[in-house]
């Protein structure tokens, strides 16, 4: 068969495939939104019993994929090295503008819990470049056998349930083109999404072309399965214990009691006026009935049983699931003051290794709708690295971003790459920050020499900026231990108002003078 060029030859092969997943993404989408399999369910079961099974079922597997996907966010995107060149900016504006971290934050709950993500490069009614996640239940991507994270071909099937038209719009070789169909209906109703996509009933549309490379980008996992994918048993284990658990319970509540005779005693069948006794009635449940039994007989009553070790089973359970799919124990039991310090720490630097691994897989695929991106709204960068910044992975809560941030500051790291790394900060944050400190730099040292007496020196502009001045100074500093006078060392760095009181140098440069003498002469 010869390898398919155009969308429409690509068409039918990429909604047979799109068809062929739909069973797989539905059952594992049950398994991360609280609808997974019910336990022990026969093909007869009755309605009742059904309606018990559904509380049976904990969404471990939903919680697991939130948990992860929280700690996947996007922290910004730049140009180069420059945060504030024109091409920064405008892609700065292009993120803000399609809410990106939301977008890639969609497509990485996808990949965690279907499989695979989508992120397509398209261009709205302004000419300006439009980012979207696409769901796999609509959308599908053939990878590329070199590059698994760029599409040789991709579809996408979606329906107007007002106009009643299936759209298709496929994707390949720099063309991309529309297909539609009536919607399929059963007994005049429409059929459900998501709808077959494959068939011979659809007409070919328009075709249009796009320039640079294919506008779609793969999430996928290592192993190519979502997060939880492999694990279903497990979750399917605890669901089947929980059922156990709330049977036996809900059958205590209704203990079992019967009449139990002794040798040759029998109930009699009239009471002493010859009247026949009906001793259902006698012996109806009911707060304060009393019973008065016949001599001779005597109450049965079942035992309840004892439910603490299937919640122990539960727990255990529960811990399973925890360490084969990186999730933190807390997240699946609030109290759990039953896991030492160190399990809860090996546990969460499982998940923030699976979480690295995940975002090094989807940064160059970010960075690559980027660059497209950029070419769509026509911005030149020049050839400069596109990069998209995402959280540590490390650091989700406040508390321990401003630990990493205060330890970095100590180690001597700028204020603004401190922010940016550690608290994710964007550039207009970092920028912003910046101005508010140098303002209250400036007052303060404004205020401090206001207190004057009157014919001091006035301090500049200049000198009213604390870190420009330690600068200045440094830089006069070295100037002066070079030998050149001290006013035309304070000329020279700026700081003209500086007055050097007479026959007085600086304590700091007089100590690093000592410190540079060396050993005293004879």
Same mark, same amino acid.
């Given at each position: ?38 336990? #022990? ?9 059904? $309606? ?20 996947? =966010?996007?922290?910004?995107? =730049? ?70 994270? /760029? ?149 049965? #009553? ?13 727990? $255990?359970?529960?811990?399973?699931? $925890?360490? @084969? ?45 980027? @660059? ?6 026509? @911005? ?54 910046? /101005?508010?400190?140098? =303002? ?9 020499? $206001? ?11 200049? @000198? ?59």
């Amino acid at each position: 068969m010869a390898t398919p060029t155009t969308p429409e030859e690509w068409f039918p092969i990429l909604t047979a495939r799109l068809d062929a997943a739909q069973p797989t993404i539905s059952l594992l989408r049950s398994y991360s939104n609280g609808n997974a399999p019910l336990p #022990e369910m026969g093909k007869n079961t009755a309605a009742t019993w059904l $309606a018990f099974q559904r509380k049976s079922r904990t969404n471990y597997g939903g919680i697991a994929c939130q948990s992860h996907a929280n700690r996947i =966010r996007m922290r910004g995107v =730049r140009v180069g090295s420059d945060d504030k060149s024109p091409a920064s900016e405008a892609l700065r504006r292009i993120a803000r503008d399609n809410r990106l971290p939301m977008v890639i934050g969609d497509a990485v709950r996808n990949m965690l819990s279907a499989r695979r993500g989508y992120l397509v490069a398209g261009v709205d009614g302004d000419g300006k470049a439009l980012l979207t996640s696409e769901m796999p239940e609509q959308f599908y991507a053939e990878p590329d056998p070199v590059r698994p994270w /760029r599409a040789r071909a991709a579809v996408k099937v979606y329906r107007d349930t007002i106009a009643e038209v299936d759209y298709g719009l496929a994707w390949a070789n720099g063309q991309r083109q529309w297909f539609t169909r009536p919607s399929r209906t059963v007994n005049g109703s429409q059929t459900t999404i998501p709808l077959a996509a494959s068939g011979s009933d659809w007409t070919a549309g328009p075709i249009e072309s796009y320039v640079g490379s294919m506008p779609v980008w793969i999430f996928d996992r290592a192993d190519g399965m979502g997060l939880i994918e492999p694990h279903l048993d497990v979750i399917d284990r605890i669901n089947l214990g929980k059922l156990q658990r709330l049977c036996i319970t809900a059958m205590q509540a209704f203990r079992q009691r019967a009449l139990k005779k002794e040798m040759d005693a029998e109930l009699p069948e009239k009471d002493e006026a010859g009247n026949p006794i009906d001793w259902k009635k006698v012996f109806e449940p009911a707060p304060g009935a009393l019973w008065d039994l016949p001599e001779g007989i005597n109450i049965w #009553e079942s035992q309840p049983s004892d439910i603490r070790p299937l919640l122990d089973a539960e727990k $255990a359970d529960a811990r399973d699931f $925890a360490g @084969v799919s990186g999730t933190p124990v807390s997240m699946l039991q609030p109290d759990s003051a039953n896991q030492s310090a160190t399990g809860a720490a090996a546990t969460t630097a499982q998940q923030v290794d699976a979480c690295q691994s995940d975002i090094d897989r989807i940064r160059l695929a970010v960075a690559a709708c980027l @660059v497209t991106a950029l070419e769509i709204e026509r @911005v030149p960068f020049g050839g400069e690295t596109i990069e998209a910044d995402f959280e540590n992975p490390a650091w989700v809560t406040l508390a321990e971003k401003m630990d990493a941030y205060s330890k970095a500051i100590a180690a001597g790291m700028s204020i603004g790459m401190a922010q940016k790394t550690y608290l994710g900060w964007s550039q207009e944050q970092i920028d912003e920050d910046e /101005r508010n400190r140098n =303002r209250a730099a400036a007052t303060a040292a404004m205020t401090a020499f $206001a207190g004057q007496p009157k014919g001091a020196q006035p301090v500049s502009d200049a @000198v009213a900026q604390s870190e420009d001045v330690k600068a200045k100074a440094d830089a006069m500093g070295v100037l002066i231990r070079a030998g050149v006078e001290p006013d035309a060392a304070a000329m020279q760095v700026g700081l003209n108002g500086v007055k050097f009181r007479a026959g007085v140098m600086p304590a700091s440069l007089v100590a690093r003078d000592t410190a540079n003498a060396g050993p005293p002469v004879g």
